[in-house]
């Protein structure tokens, strides 16, 4: 048997490194400059996605469209493609970088700006519909 | 016996449709819930999803009707939509990608099922001329007795929707689910379309080609993304590795 001491020695404790030096740094301002260009880009798809539907819309009632389908197609799939991309940018802005407050922000407005569009359309069909119902054509 | 469809006043398909999308999502979320996807991963792609579903929906049926005033829904553009939604989600978030891809694809019929129903009482998507037991008899103008066509791809794709289930369950690697799913349901499609009007009777038609075509192009999608997000890996195998 090995004359090993029963009992514990104290250890010295080692002064605790300084949380600085073993954390990685995090660049606050660069984190947020990326994500507010995001928020940006993002924004500017949005209204450039409305900006096209209505002048689809609106040449539409000008035009007739059937002569004119390849621009009716394509004024019709930039609007798409860019409200979804406005959407992803916000998402990936969101999910990405999570502290900031202009993504978080700027996604509950689409939220709200979805959910009243549908609501003001359900609104517009119900009115339809029971317009339609009630309607007596004389005769 | 027949079914009598009555002449509504205002087509109830367009509500049907959004609750049967509403349906499907619900029954995603509390499949991602159970396979232990977090909150905000579960909100991130819903919302991209049923953007991308909404949008690629109204697009395909402006495109199908060269209409630019055209409001109205394309399933075809909505399950594109979908797939692209839940790609898109699982490409930026990257929280158990195939689990949140096997709920969506596993639920997918149950949507399409239950969508079937806005096509019953809106009487499109109906069948051949018939007078046998269980017609659907629509009055009105382009009133007939036709084949309850509709009614079967409501069954099938219901209980498509429950193999979805077992399938995603039992097999382990979720990729090799989904590949099973998505080859099951081009199959299932593909043979219902046989029972439809415009079928001219050929050995495959023009709908029977789409139908392939999308099919072969969800496969190539979700191989795309699989390589693009390294996942799909049997987890024994995937252990091995690390």
Not at chain 1, 68 to 85: C, G, P
Not at chain 2, 16 to 30: D, K, N
Not at chain 2, 142 to 147: I, Q, V
Request: aromatic share 12%; glycine share 6%.
């Amino acid at each position: 048997m090995d004359n090993q001491p029963t009992y514990y020695e104290p250890v010295q404790q080692e002064p605790a490194m300084p949380v600085t030096a073993a954390m990685p740094q995090v660049d606050y301002a660069a984190r947020k400059k990326k994500a507010d260009l995001l928020c940006y880009i993002s924004l500017g798809l949005y209204a450039a996605s409305i900006v096209s539907a209505i002048v689809t819309y609106v040449y539409s009632a000008f035009v007739n469209y059937e002569t004119q389908n390849i621009i009716f197609k394509i004024l019709s799939a930039f609007s798409s493609v860019a409200f979804e991309a406005a959407w992803v940018l916000v998402i990936v802005a969101r999910a990405k970088f999570r502290e900031n407050r202009f993504a978080k922000i700027l996604l509950w407005v689409y939220i709200a700006m979805a959910i009243t569009v549908a609501v003001i359309l359900i609104a517009i069909i119900a009115y339809c519909v029971y317009t339609c119902a009630t309607c007596h054509m004389p005769g | 016996m027949k079914i009598y469809i009555p002449e509504l006043a205002w087509s109830p398909y367009g509500l049907l449709v959004l609750t049967s999308v509403a349906i499907g999502f619900a029954v995603a979320i509390y499949l991602m819930r159970k396979a232990g996807v977090t909150k905000h991963t579960i909100l991130y792609t819903c919302i991209l999803t049923s953007v991308f579903t909404v949008t690629n929906s109204v697009m395909g049926n402006m495109l199908i009707s060269n209409d630019p005033r055209a409001l109205g829904f394309s399933g075809l553009g909505a399950v594109v939509g979908m797939i692209l939604g839940v790609l898109v989600s699982g490409l930026i978030i990257k929280d158990k990608p195939e689990s949140v891809m096997a709920s969506f694809i596993a639920t997918a019929p149950l949507m399409y099922g239950l969508a079937k129903t806005g096509c019953l009482f809106g009487g499109c998507c109906h069948g051949k001329d018939y007078e046998g037991p269980f017609a659907i008899v629509y009055s009105g103008a382009n009133g007939g007795s036709y084949f309850p066509a509709q009614i079967i791809d409501m069954v099938v794709f219901i209980a498509m929707f429950v193999i979805n289930l077992i399938l995603i369950r039992k097999i382990k690697n979720k990729i090799a689910a989904i590949y099973v799913i998505l080859a099951l349901l081009t199959v299932v499609r593909f043979l219902l379309e046989y029972l439809k009007y415009y079928h001219d009777g050929s050995l495959i038609a023009s709908g029977q080609v789409s139908v392939l075509v999308a099919g072969a192009a969800s496969i190539v999608l979700v191989t795309v993304w699989k390589f693009l997000l390294k996942v799909g890996k049997a987890p024994a195998a995937a252990g091995a590795q690390n």
